[in-house]
């Protein structure tokens, strides 16, 4: 439905805020961009809108290229981060403008605007002025307004950021179950990890300009392709090292800057004597496992523990990193640390993933 | 909810140890309200000493006028008796006889029959001579009938408008200077009536006034929205320099700027030398541009314009450009946009500048001064003529009065319309 094909942006002449960005959106599918902010997000999401020209390449939209059509023309929804409701005007107003913008009758605008508060479930607001209405309803007029003239695609822009954290997941849950009822296209920005996870379909995380991985959230989470997706996604554990050999059941022999020596998946690492950073989810690293085939065992010094009811975090110092995390869950047969304590450490094999060394 | 009690009133809150909570506030609140009124007593002060007495002093003395009372102490007191009818009886013309003969001798400011011969001069244009050739005179009527006497000295004491107009003197306050400034005056039968087409000036002037006003501050705001426009938006190093060429005429002396429009705009000034260089015009149909209505509008204009401008930048600045952006989105053209999603966000700024542009147009003087020539004049013109050069300080202060009381009008019709909290000044 949507196809950005080697579209590049700068503003000034000088610095690519966009770089070469290739990126295909099904129809019905609900598509978050991630990021940290200044990651181009926003630019990326002003130039499907029309509000910004891409400097190179060209932005297909249902199979036609879009670069010379004006944003009026291109019917695309778009919810701002501020709502942006015409403050001159009641919800009801607001609601009914890209319908008398499309020459609908009076009794038809009233039809829709009826039908899409109900949706939104404001029924008795429509003759109130945006001021006053709270955060979470504004947020739900505006999406309403985005989705009033049934276009196929919306975009949303960080559109919970200024609502507390129980509105949002609430809304979160509004927002998701009407793209389902109405199947349109959703491409919505948030640099809210959670959200994008819970929400989308497929995430596409960006950084510097750059989509780092696009892929489903659970590939994301479990599979990062890059030592920024992996930093960038959850919580992870560094290790760095140096590759000696990568096998052919692709798991490579690192040898850690401590001397130890480990197995690690390769992901992101092919030639021998490149650096990597080993990448391993605290839920997947036990206390004092049982040894099988791949797994991998290191000694670790017990630095800091933190109950925390269903589980217990401890940090400890292993291979010379004194911020390893090890989440020890709180059941019936879990080892009784202690801080100071030295014990041992391990996963398997293909849980840690050897990627590309940023830093190197 | 508070609660409320059988009756149905409010109970009043009352502090731990008794004292009603709004009496506990207003006295912990006391000292600093004190200090509050302290720091604003200055300008309080001077608000008072510049504003409010001679806004004061100028409607008091726009009505009052003691001078027949003063010249003619003990005639003021009895012509009121007269019904009207005929001539007064023969005892007021004694007394009136009696008290020139007294003011004759006087020579005290406001108090000689100059004066009064003045002050009835503004009533009945012409009538100056006969009360100070009767004056010269009366000295020599000493005994009754003074009727006849006077009457043998000058035939117009016969008519009676003349002491009409006296009766109508000889009281402290009068409404004839608002009657002046209207263009109106009293007949010979006491009538108000239009004044003669020949001295109708105050009205037609005023017309101009609101008119010209009108006309400057519309033209204000055609060329200001489109700067505070760019302003709003322009990247904020352009728009910095944008802004010191807006504020640049406030650095300059008006008057020095209003004879830099000379300059420009004379028959042999600049703008006619360039279009007659240029071909344009010929040689002898230069144009006048000047010491006309043209000059007085192009000069005027240029003054005010920042303050068209400032008021508009100040509510632009606050449109964030999404809302422009969010039309689009909804399939709104650009124009579509602007009038149905910007414009009406700029009202209050559009409301502000006017009625300032508007309010400071309608009172502007020096320029109209410069560059007006005779067309081009605007009513403070006439207000100061009146308070400089003819010494009608009561008419300039009815003329006013009227002016302060048409600023008013518009506020309260903006006050309306707008809402006057509604208004962004900056
Ligand atoms: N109008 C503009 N002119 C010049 N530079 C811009 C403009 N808009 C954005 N940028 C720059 O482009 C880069 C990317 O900005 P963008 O708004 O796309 O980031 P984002 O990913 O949306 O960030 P955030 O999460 O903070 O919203 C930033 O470095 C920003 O400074
Ligand atoms: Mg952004």
Same mark, same amino acid.
């Given at each position: 439905? !949507? &196809?950005? /094909? ?5 503003? *000034?002449?000088?610095?690519? +805020?966009?770089?070469?960005?290739? @990126? ?76 008398? !913008? &499309?020459? /609908? ?5 009233? *039809?829709?605007?009826?039908? +899409?508060?109900?949706?939104?479930? @404001? ?238 | ?426």
């Amino acid at each position: 439905m !949507v &196809r950005f /094909q080697n579209v590049q942006k700068s503003y *000034d002449g000088e610095t690519l +805020v966009v770089k070469d960005l290739n @990126l295909d959106i099904a129809t019905g599918e609900f598509v978050t961009m991630l990021g940290p902010s200044g990651s181009g997000k926003t630019t990326t999401l002003m130039m499907l809108a029309g509000f910004e020209p891409a400097t190179h390449g060209e932005i297909y939209l249902n199979g036609n290229p879009i670069n010379n059509v004006p944003p009026h023309k291109r019917g695309i929804g778009m919810v701002f981060q501020n709502y942006a409701l015409f403050p001159h005007m009641s919800v009801a107003e607001n609601l009914a403008f890209p319908l008398a !913008v &499309r020459g /609908q009758s009076k009794s038809e605008q009233e *039809d829709r605007v009826k039908k +899409v508060l109900e949706m939104v479930e @404001l029924p008795e607001f429509g003759g109130r002025r945006p001021a006053q209405l709270s955060g979470g309803q504004q947020q739900r007029v505006a999406v309403a307004r985005a989705l009033v003239f049934e276009p196929d695609l919306v975009l949303m822009d960080e559109p919970l950021g200024a609502l507390d954290k129980q509105l949002r997941e609430q809304m979160q849950y509004e927002i998701k179950h009407i793209h389902e009822s109405l199947g349109v296209t959703v491409v919505y920005v948030t640099h809210d990890q959670s959200e994008a996870l819970t929400m989308s379909d497929r995430v596409a995380v960006f950084e510097d300009g750059i989509i780092q991985q696009l892929s489903s959230p659970e590939e994301l989470y479990e599979r990062p392709e890059n030592s920024f997706v992996a930093q960038f996604i959850g919580e992870n554990n560094k290790l760095r090292g140096t590759v000696l050999e990568v096998g052919r059941d692709k798991l490579a022999t690192v040898k850690l800057d401590s001397g130890d020596m480990v197995k690690a998946l390769a992901v992101g690492v092919g030639a021998k004597g490149e650096r990597t950073l080993l990448s391993v989810r605290p839920e997947r690293v036990a206390i004092e496992p049982k040894k099988t085939r791949n797994t991998v065992t290191l000694t670790g010094k017990v630095e800091e523990l933190i109950y925390l009811g269903d589980h217990i975090r401890t940090r400890m110092s292993v291979a010379g990193h004194t911020d390893f995390i090890v989440k020890v869950p709180n059941n019936a047969e879990h080892h009784e640390l202690s801080e100071g304590q030295t014990t041992t450490v391990g996963w398997q094999a293909e849980d840690c993933r050897a990627l590309d060394d940023m830093a190197a | 909810m508070t609660d409320v009690t059988a009756s149905g009133v409010p109970e009043a809150i009352t502090t731990s140890d008794g004292v009603p909570l709004k009496v506990s506030l207003a006295r912990a609140t006391r000292r600093q309200r004190m200090q509050a009124l302290l720091l604003v007593l200055p300008l309080l002060l001077f608000l008072l000493v510049a504003f409010v007495l001679p806004i004061g002093e100028m409607l008091f003395r726009s009505v009052y006028s003691p001078i027949g009372p003063n010249v003619l102490p003990n005639f003021s007191k009895v012509i009121h008796e007269w019904d009207g009818e005929d001539l007064p009886p023969e005892a007021v013309f004694e007394v009136f006889v009696k008290d020139m003969t007294e003011a004759k001798k006087s020579n005290e400011i406001g108090k000689t029959v100059g004066n009064l011969a003045t002050r009835v001069n503004y009533e009945i244009p012409g009538s100056r001579g006969l009360f100070t050739k009767s004056a010269r005179k009366v000295k020599n009527i000493t005994e009754g009938p003074y009727k006849e006497a006077l009457i043998a000295l000058d035939k117009r004491w016969e008519n009676q408008h003349i002491w009409r107009t006296l009766q109508r003197i000889s009281s402290n306050y009068t409404a004839s200077f608002y009657l002046a400034a209207t263009d109106r005056k009293y007949n010979e039968d006491n009538e108000i009536v239009r004044a003669d087409p020949l001295y109708q000036i105050y009205l037609p002037i005023l017309g101009k006034t609101l008119w010209l006003s009108a006309l400057i501050t519309f033209i204000c705001l055609l060329i200001a929205y489109p700067v505070s426009y760019l302003l709003a938006t322009l990247p904020l190093r352009t728009s910095n320099l944008l802004m010191i060429m807006v504020l640049l005429p406030f650095w300059t002396s008006l008057l020095v700027r209003t004879t830099a429009w000379i300059a420009m705009l004379q028959t042999e000034g600049i703008v006619n030398n360039i279009l007659v260089f240029t071909r344009v015009i010929s040689e002898e149909s230069r144009i006048q541009m000047i010491y006309n209505q043209t000059g007085t509008i192009v000069a005027m204009v240029h003054i005010l314009l920042p303050f068209m401008i400032l008021p508009l930048y100040s509510v632009m600045k606050t449109i964030p450009p999404y809302y422009m952006r969010a039309a689009r989105s909804l399939g709104a053209t650009g124009t579509y946009s602007f009038i149905k999603v910007y414009f009406p966000q700029t009202i209050p700024g559009i409301a502000a500048g006017t009625l300032l542009v508007f309010i400071l147009a309608i009172g502007y003087y020096i320029t109209p001064a410069l560059v007006g020539g005779s067309d081009g004049l605007l009513i403070s013109n006439l207000i100061a003529d009146h308070i400089k050069k003819t010494l009608n300080w009561s008419l300039g202060s009815a003329l006013g009065a009227i002016l302060l009381a048409i600023v008013l009008i518009f506020y309260w019709i903006y006050n309306k319309l707008v809402g006057v909290d509604n208004l962004k000044f900056g």
